[in-house]
């Protein structure tokens, strides 16, 4: 079974997902333990409230706070770091020791509306459509290979919440569906691509009619 290590600062409704998917063995993998910059944040409560180990790092000193975060994934076995909400920029020090074993989810079709309130952005600029990313972490913030992506219609009467809970509902799908493809050795980066290996397909499973998934998903 895969261990999963999470970072997340806030809420951690993608957490849970990912929790949801492995408690259903939905995805063979395991949650190792969650880390978050934030003591109030949301994550490490549900972390808990499943057991998990869920631990706050504090983030001062960004060099500490990073040396403690990889010391606890490399303490419990993580072979995958997963960015659920976690609204910090990691340094290229941490990014070279997990390289094409970190993950990240953004709501937006990268590499339109990166950093941070990317719903917002894309409402005020007006497009019509939008949606979420995940994607390989490398040393530029947003940047790196992606893996799926999932584009979701703007409506005429959104807000930036109702446009951001639709998205959220997609993140939920394609983020647990990225760790089942890393699990299942499908991924394979080539440069900034990732190839995704033949295998079986989520879109009958579990798939909005409106939503349009990239391949793999
Ligand atoms: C999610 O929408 C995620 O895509 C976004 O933060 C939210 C966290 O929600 N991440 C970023 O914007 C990273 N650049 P959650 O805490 O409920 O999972």
Not at 21 to 29: G, L, R, S
């Given at each position: 079974?895969?261990?999963?290590?999470?970072?997340?600062?806030?809420?951690?409704?993608?957490?849970?997902?990912?929790?949801?998917?492995?408690?259903?063995?939905?995805?063979?993998?395991?949650?190792?333990?969650?880390?978050?910059?934030?003591?109030?944040?949301?994550?490490?409560?549900?972390?808990?409230?499943?057991?998990?180990?869920?631990?706050?790092?504090?983030?001062?000193?960004?060099?500490k706070h990073?040396?403690?975060m990889?010391?606890?994934?490399?303490?419990?076995?993580?072979?995958?770091?997963?960015?659920?909400?976690?609204?910090?920029?990691?340094?290229?020090?941490?990014?070279?020791?997990?390289?094409?074993?970190?993950?990240?989810?953004h709501?937006a079709?990268?590499p339109?509306?990166?950093?941070?309130?990317?719903?917002?952005?894309?409402?005020e600029?007006?497009?019509?459509?939008?949606?979420?990313?995940t994607?390989?972490?490398?040393?530029?913030?947003?940047?790196?290979?992606?893996?799926?992506?999932?584009?979701?219609?703007?409506?005429?009467?959104d807000?930036?919440?109702?446009?951001?809970?639709?998205?959220?509902?997609?993140?939920?799908?394609?983020l647990?569906?990225?760790?089942d493809?890393?699990?299942?050795?499908?991924?394979?980066?080539?440069?900034?691509?990732?190839?995704?290996?033949?295998?079986?397909?989520?879109?009958?499973?579990?798939s909005?009619?409106?939503?349009?998934?990239?391949?793999?998903?």
């Amino acid at each position: 079974m895969l261990k999963v290590g999470v970072l997340a600062s806030g809420r951690g409704t993608n957490l849970q997902a990912i929790i949801d998917a492995c408690e259903k063995k939905i995805i063979n993998a395991e949650v190792a333990i969650v880390l978050s910059d934030n003591e109030k944040a949301f994550a490490l409560e549900r972390a808990r409230k499943h057991g998990i180990e869920a631990v706050y790092v504090e983030a001062k000193d960004k060099r500490k706070h990073e040396e403690n975060m990889h010391e606890l994934l490399v303490k419990h076995d993580v072979e995958l770091v997963v960015g659920a909400g976690y609204m910090r920029i990691l340094s290229p020090w941490f990014i070279k020791k997990w390289y094409g074993k970190i993950i990240n989810i953004h709501p937006a079709l990268l590499p339109s509306f990166k950093g941070i309130d990317a719903q917002r952005q894309a409402l005020e600029y007006g497009v019509k459509l939008t949606g979420c990313t995940t994607h390989f972490m490398d040393e530029m913030p947003d940047h790196g290979p992606i893996i799926l992506q999932a584009a979701v219609k703007v409506r005429d009467d959104d807000t930036r919440e109702s446009l951001a809970d639709r998205i959220l509902k997609v993140e939920h799908q394609i983020l647990p569906r990225s760790i089942d493809l890393f699990e299942k050795g499908r991924l394979v980066i080539e440069g900034r691509k990732v190839k995704i290996l033949p295998g079986d397909s989520w879109l009958t499973k579990y798939s909005y009619p409106d939503v349009f998934y990239s391949d793999g998903y």
